[in-house]
């Protein structure tokens, strides 16, 4: 089958890591069913696998992809849940030390086909496109998780995200607008603050600006190059939740801030079934749908990786078939 796969890492030209081509079927262990794939979106944990971050070497090679939508082997369209967990004694998957994501030790959807454990599989109703359904597992699961199980935000409180065009951020400022938050935003480009407000912002600032007053909670998937913004941004008593840390993840931490402002630093990662579940139905009741940037074939998986490491997106790449 057609496949896009991470054969070796390159750190500094990820793309060189790609190859697109045959790749033997997959492998079905009990328990698990073959997804027909439809569409799987692109994340920038795509661009992290053929840098190397995140993988050993000897799993290689690795098809990429952690979220896709298509059809069971009964001919029902379903999304599938990108979070693999052992199994066994963990109500939340996220915090299963075993647990992975499609792409880390099981090869990934950037595929014709993917296995995947029966149950992760949930439905996929008929007013989400294959593309917007892709969207879901994890750029909108993270941002879902962010908001509404690990920021402690209530309706009326303000929130800054740090990155606009991201799929993590335009996720975060349409899910928040949605749920009553004020919602500022900042960015590197101009056109990009201007596109948020579009989507739901309140306001969009430039990455780094003073903020007219600190915020409940902010937001961070940007990391090392927006850490001291962050911190400043946030009021006493205030938190930050961290999901990524695209331009570093060692930024000085500045501990005297934390504990003299009583901050809370959280992190949060991908979202459990259920939550996926409550996902789908939030977008079914408010009418919201992923924004999608670029649809591109799947055999044109080199260019949709090339623009997520050009940075020039305004919301998801999907690759469809
Ligand atoms: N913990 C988890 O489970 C989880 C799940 C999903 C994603 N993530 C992580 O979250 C991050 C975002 O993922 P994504 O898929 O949304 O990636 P993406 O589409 O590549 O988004 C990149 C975002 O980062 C901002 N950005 C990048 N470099 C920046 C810089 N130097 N200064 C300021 N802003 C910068 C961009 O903002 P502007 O272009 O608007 O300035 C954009 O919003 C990644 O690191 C990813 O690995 C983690």
Excluded at 35 to 46: G, K, L, P
Excluded at 100 to 112: C, D, I, P, Y
Excluded at 195 to 211: N, P, Q, T, W, Y
Aim: aromatic letters at 6%.
């Amino acid at each position: 089958m057609f496949a896009a796969s991470a054969v070796t890492f390159s750190p500094d030209e990820p793309l060189t890591a790609l190859r697109l081509g045959e790749h033997p079927e997959p492998v079905v262990p009990e328990g698990w069913v073959v997804v027909d794939m439809r569409a799987a979106s692109v994340n920038h944990h795509d661009l992290w696998t053929l840098k190397g971050v995140g993988l050993p070497a000897e799993r290689l090679p690795m098809i990429l992809g952690c979220d896709a939508a298509g059809l069971d082997p009964d001919g029902n369209e379903v999304i599938v849940h990108a979070v693999i967990s052992s199994g066994v004694g963990y109500a939340d998957e996220t915090v299963d030390p075993r647990r992975s994501l499609l792409s880390e030790k099981h090869q990934g959807t950037f595929a014709e086909r993917v296995a995947v454990p029966a149950r992760n599989l949930i439905p996929k109703p008929a007013w989400l496109t294959w593309a917007q359904a892709a969207c879901l597992p994890t750029a909108w699961l993270t941002a879902y998780r962010m908001l509404f199980t690990r920021s402690g935000l209530v309706p009326g409180q303000t929130v800054l995200i740090q990155g606009a065009g991201g799929g993590v951020s335009t996720a975060l400022i349409m899910l928040a607008r949605q749920a009553g938050f004020r919602v500022w935003v900042t960015s590197r480009d101009e056109a990009k603050r201007t596109r948020a407000v579009e989507l739901g912002a309140h306001d969009a600032f430039a990455s780094g600006a003073r903020l007219p007053e600190r915020v409940d909670v902010v937001l961070e998937t940007v990391g090392a190059a927006t850490w001291a913004h962050t911190l400043r941004a946030v009021r006493p008593g205030g938190r930050v939740v961290i999901a990524g840390a695209t331009s570093g993840s060692q930024p000085p931490a500045d501990l005297s801030r934390i504990f003299f402002l009583q901050l809370s630093v959280v992190g949060s990662t991908m979202g459990t079934r259920d939550e996926l579940e409550r996902l789908v139905a939030m977008c079914g009741a408010t009418g919201l749908r992923p924004l999608i940037d670029h649809e591109l074939p799947l055999t044109s998986a080199d260019e949709a990786l090339g623009r997520i490491a050009a940075g020039d997106l305004f919301g998801k790449v999907v690759l469809t078939r």
